[in-house]
Structures are given as structure tokens and as C-alpha cells.
């Protein structure tokens, strides 16, 4: 919701205004950041955008909830393809089960991992008002798989101010909404606050509209997800189609800059511009909003698997949401295709498609990149090969890649290991054959020229994803 605005500033390449503003920029400590961190990579990188409802401050006339510690409202998880040209938002619940790692409170001290809880819980590890982005974003981690290159912040205050200095937003309603549809306490309907259909919101109003969550929809917090998904779409939009001048930006820029707190690598003008700048190509028809999937467990909201770790392998291998490889050069084709004139590979070697049929593969995890085991297993059953089990490794310090056979199986192994680039095969007197995966998967899963187009997006969520040029009246479902 309010790091949405952030995306704008990436968009439009604003950032050169912070230039101007003496890099008054607020950055939250790294020290709580975990040392057990996915391995970075060359394709893309990846913004973990967190709305905070904090009530300190100018945020406490804004409206919301009680109490003196920072809570996250909403995150998600930018990725930014490494042709710079496209990118796409994974809104992560709030209401999430999910597993919090080790992350070091207020007094120093380092807490103890934390089973099926609530993913917002993360923020609010320590009870300050700030709240914990580091934890968040070891959070994020942990469940992705992913590194995360930049972390950011944006409040109440700091979302109300934006919205107001691009002069209001385009949103549209499938019905008229009152008083009590946000104050469900309310004993009276009350006044009518939003009419159906068209309107432009701003400040309390805006914040009122991506808050709104009950007498409207099914009163979910996924139906709230998807309203934010298409408010900020339409702020992209809308900033989009001033132009990108210092009379329209700057005021943007200066809200920001008050409002957002960011991670030690974004804390300077410099830093800020360099990364906006670099944003600025992304189109807004190659802008993508999607929600990691999910299913109701209760109450609350359970990550479903194994599609989420698909989709956490699509995004480490750069592809869109359509299945394409985004650091390919060119027009964009598909990275299975090859580089022949005809549209043929170029090499004899990948050619010859690899084919697992007859071929039983187990698989191990030996590092501690999470959702590894899944992703290759997905690899090999493309491939018709018949995986038997998918587990973590009796260590998790590999930094290669094996492949474990038993007697008379050489000639499978070796085919196994085609579809692993850089993988050695190894006789054992296990039966069977063993896939266990070091480092060097997980830093480069497409290396291989005999693999096939690596993990795609689950088609539920390809089918949910949402443009920054759609209508926002083009479909009210998500009312």
C-alpha cells in the first residue's frame, strides 16, 4: 500500500530530485540483518516494499489501529528483470503463515526462530514503534529464496502526502461504500463516503480507499491486496501521464523524502537517483502486480506449495510472468529458443532435447537456499524424468553440484547431469541415482544448454496479473 508510492519514484525516475534536497533521507540500521543470506545474483534485482502503520507521529491522525508498535500493513516483493525494462510486485498476505527467522531486537539480543505465524508479526519483532524492517526482510528471505537487494519503508503520513502531490488518483468502485464498511464498530451505517464507479482520491481519502476491507468483496484481506494492486497501477499511471518535469516530480520527491525510511544502501542522494534512474525504461504495460499463491487455512492464509516456490525460481531466473526470459537480448523471445537463423539451437549439444523417460532421480538440497529441491525437481519432471523424493541434504554446505549413482546406472547419471551445468557424476554404493545440488545451482539454475525453460509461473498466477495501464474500472471484481 504505502511503499506502492516508492514504485512510482522508481518508474518515473524522480529520484534526481532528492539531488536538490541535501539526501535528508531516513535509513534503518543493517546490523539485524542475517548473515544466512541467499546468494545474490546478476539477473534482476529484487525491492522489498513495506507499508507501515505506525501511529507515531503525524500518522496518529490518520486513522487505523491502536497501540505504540510499528505494524506492517502491507509488503511486497519488487522484482526489477535485468533488462531494466520490465518488473512485477508478489504482494505477500499479512495474515501469511509463515516461518520468521533468528532477528535481532531492540536490546541487541537475537531472537528464536518463529513456526506458522503471521507473516506482519516479522515487523513488529523487538515492539518498537519503527517497527523491525530487517526481520521482514530475513522473513522474506527465508520464505523466497530470493536476496534481497534493497529495503524500504513508507507510513501513513508519508502515503497520504504522496497521493496528494500527484494531485489524486484514479480508482473505481463496484458500489457505494458508508462510514461503517471502515469502522465495522459502527452501530449506523453512517455517511456515505465513496460513491460506485469513477473517482479521484487523495490523502485521508486515498488511505481510507486501500484500507477499506469490510461490507465490500468477501471482506478479505486478499480483497484488499488486489484494490492496492490496482490503486497503485493507477498511480503510475497518473504520474506517468504528467511527464517527467521538475514542476510535476518535485513535490513528489519531497514527500518521500519525509516519509520513507530506507536500507544503508539507498541512504544518500547519489544512491537513490542511481537506482530510480535505472528504473525509468520499465513501460507500464510491462509493470505486473500478482499475489504469491494461497489458499485459507482458518483464519488465516497458508502459502500454497509447491507453486510459490515456482514462482520464487521463475523470478531467480529473471523470467516474466509469460513465461519469457527478461535478460535476454533482443526481441524478447523465449531462452529455450535458439540463437540459428532458422530459430534452431546453434549447438548440436542442445539440440538434443534430454529425455528422463525410464529415469528414477532423487533429489537433495545441500545448500540453505530455500525451495532448491522443489525447483530442480520441477526441472527433471519437464524432462520426464521420475523424481522419487525431494529433502535437504545431510549437509548444506555444497558448493557444487553432484550426481550420485549406483551400479549400472553411468550412462543415466550422465544424462541426469546434462540438464545441470557444471554438475560431476560420481559412482556410490547407494543405489539409484542421487541429484545433489551445491551453491552453483543456486547461483545459475539456466546455465545448462540442455535444460529447458527454467521454473514458469504458476498459470494462476500469470492468469491474476494485473498491468499499470489497465482500467481501473475495466474490471471491479477486485472490489
Known sequence: MFGLSFLVLLVAGVGWGYLKLGGSIDTFSADGI??????????????????????????????????????????????????????????????????IPACKGPDGKWTAPQHAVMFNGAFSVGETAEGNPACTQNTVEHLTGLRVDHTVVIDFAGFSSLTSAVGGVPVCLPQDIYQRDLSPKRTTRGAKIFTKGPQTVSGQQALDYVRLRHGIGDGSDIGRIKRQQAFVASLIKKVKSQGLNPTTLLPLANAATDAMTVDPGLGSADRLLSFAMSMKKIDLHNTKFVTVPWRYEGARVAIVEPDADALWAALKADRTVDGKDASAKGSGKSSDQGDGKDGRPASPTADTPVSGKGISVAVYNGTTVRGLAAQAAELLRSRDFTVTTTATASSQDRTSTVIEYGPGLKDRAATTARLFAGARTSESGTAGIQVILGSDYAQNPTASAGAPTPSTVPSAVADEARSADDDPCADLTYG
Not at 544466512?36 to 502503520?53: A, E, F, T
Not at 519488487?78 to 518488473?87: E, I, T
Open 34 to 99: 542475517s548473515d544466512n543470506r541467499p546468494p545474490g545474483s546478476s539477473q534482476g534485482q529484487n525491492v522489498l516494499v513495506i507499508g507501515s502503520d505506525s501511529r507515531s507521529g503525524d500518522n496518529s491522525k490518520l486513522g487505523g489501529g491502536t497501540g505504540a508498535v510499528g505494524r506492517s500493513d502491507t509488503a511486497f516483493l519488487l522484482h526489477v528483470y535485468g533488462d531494466h525494462k520490465h518488473s512485477v510486485a508478489v504482494s505477500i498476505p499479512r495474515d501469511a503463515l509463515v516461518d
